[in-house]
């Protein structure tokens, strides 16, 4: 096992060696949608089949009625949906679950439902955060098994029939007054977990079953709620990077040891994903902080030397898209973004009556703004952000978990249901 320990925001290690067995590759197809983000957790699609419109009447497909609510993505896997949510959230948490539900794409009908009662007492989550962090975080799949993360319940894993595999804690220590929210990635035959809030720890864990990998601590990890990106630099080294506070770091993701790190503008809580292209990584962050460019690679603080741009304005909670030489996102307020990547300079801004905690989803040409409470907008993905649709539901649930998009159809999902947007 590795054990990598980073505090205060800088690195020590303690090393003992692992050595892994190969395992089978993925089984999926390139229309799935398998983890947070989709394919390369970049929020895109080049599906062109998604309608721009709907309603209630209007190409939804099904809605499904959900047992409690949740701010999760669902993910698709061949003719499978996986969800997640939970219930009996009142009094001291004693009775609180969390549940994971396998739902035919064609018919909106459950093929299977699993409930997973919490193993200790949880922390209470304040009321004005909505209390996402019961159920916030996408579960991921490879084709043959699928993994969630259920905070200080630890991490489990199904297989597609729904038979658990293994359990795996993470640790139950509640740092964190918003619970935990950073969705599962796969590498390799790796899952690796941001455990941020359960041990202030970033973890690797064998996917088969669920042993230790890796481990790396470090206190910066407690305010850090973004899921984690693998790259390929221009060098065609991985790099694993992620936010904290202040800073972007990156990551070997075969053993958990620190890179480099750049300073960002983050000013508080790290919640946008990181996107990257053409060897440049681009962060928005913190509640009042900016959005930063750094160029991949190098070695410790590469501060002065790779960051090229960095300015204020950015996002709250939504993560960005990467498109054509801009990068477009919708904050947390309500104000769609359109930046130039060369330069870090403000493109346009669409104010939109609504409040947002789901990121982008650029599908085609069209960029999918799911709000909160007042439906969702479609935009055209240039500077222009000429609104092409606005779509409402009779539903006046928080719809705060990002789309996902499979094969000519939109899957959305509020506190109350699990609907599916498609023309056929």
């Known amino acids: ?21 190969g395992m089978a590759g993925p089984a999926v197809v390139a229309s799935d949608w398998t983890g947070f983000r989709g394919p390369g957790s970049r929020g895109i ?53 969390r549940h994971l539900l396998c739902v035919d794409r064609n018919t909106g009908q459950i093929m299977w439902a699993k409930i997973i009662p919490s193993v200790v007492r949880e922390r209470a989550v304040p009321g004005f955060a909505g209390r996402p962090g019961y159920a916030s975080h996408t579960p ?25 595999l293994w359990q795996q804690d993470v640790g139950t220590q509640s740092a964190s007054m918003f619970g935990s929210a950073a969705s599962p990635i796969l590498h390799k035959d790796q899952l690796i977990v941001m455990a941020g809030s359960e041990s202030e720890s970033l973890r690797a864990l064998n996917k088969i079953t669920g042993d230790e990998v890796w481990k ?76 930063t460019a750094i160029r991949l690679g190098g070695r410790k603080d590469v501060t002065e030397s790779h960051v090229l741009w960095s300015s204020s304005g950015g996002s709250y909670v939504p993560s960005p898209v990467l498109h054509n030489g801009h990068l477009y996102w919708v904050n947390d307020k309500g104000i769609a ?74 899957f959305l999902r509020s506190d109350r249901y699990l609907y599916c947007v498609a023309t056929d």
């Not at 590795?2 to 205060?8: F, H, N, Y």
């Not at 409402?392 to 000519?408: E, H, I, M, N, R």
């Open 1 to 21: 096992m590795i054990t990598t320990c980073l505090c205060s925001g800088r690195i020590r290690f303690l090393l003992t060696v692992f050595m892994s067995a």
């Open 45 to 97: 699609s080049d599906d062109s089949g998604v309608p721009t419109q709907w309603s209630d009447e209007v190409n939804l497909k099904w809605r499904l009625e959900l047992p409690g609510p949740g701010y999760s993505s669902p993910i698709v896997v061949g003719d499978r949906v996986f969800v997640t949510c939970y219930s009996d959230a009142e009094g001291d948490l004693s009775s609180l679950k």
């Open 140 to 164: 991921v799949s490879d084709g043959e098994r699928v993994y969630v993360l259920f905070g200080n319940s630890g991490v489990l894993a199904f297989d597609m029939s729904g038979q658990q």
């Open 216 to 291: 790396t601590e470090a206190d910066s990890f407690s305010r850090s709620y973004a899921t984690p990106v693998i790259v390929t630099n221009l060098q065609g080294v991985e790099e694993m990077l992620l936010p904290v506070t202040s800073e972007v770091w990156s990551m070997n993701p075969d053993n958990g040891k620190l890179k480099w790190y750049a300073e960002a503008r983050i000013d508080t809580n790290a919640c946008p994903s990181l996107v990257a292209g053409q060897g440049v990584v681009y962060v928005i962050g913190g509640r009042s902080g900016g959005r």
């Open 337 to 410: 973004n359109c930046v130039d990547i060369k330069t870090g300079e403000e493109a346009a801004r669409k104010r939109l009556n609504a409040q947002f905690y789901a990121s982008l989803v650029l599908i085609g040409k069209h960029l999918y703004a799911v709000s909160r409470f007042n439906g969702t907008y479609v935009l055209d993905a240039t500077p222009e952000l000429t609104q092409i649709a606005h779509n409402k539901l009779t539903d006046d649930s928080d719809f705060s978990g990002s789309p996902a998009v499979s094969d000519g159809r939109l």
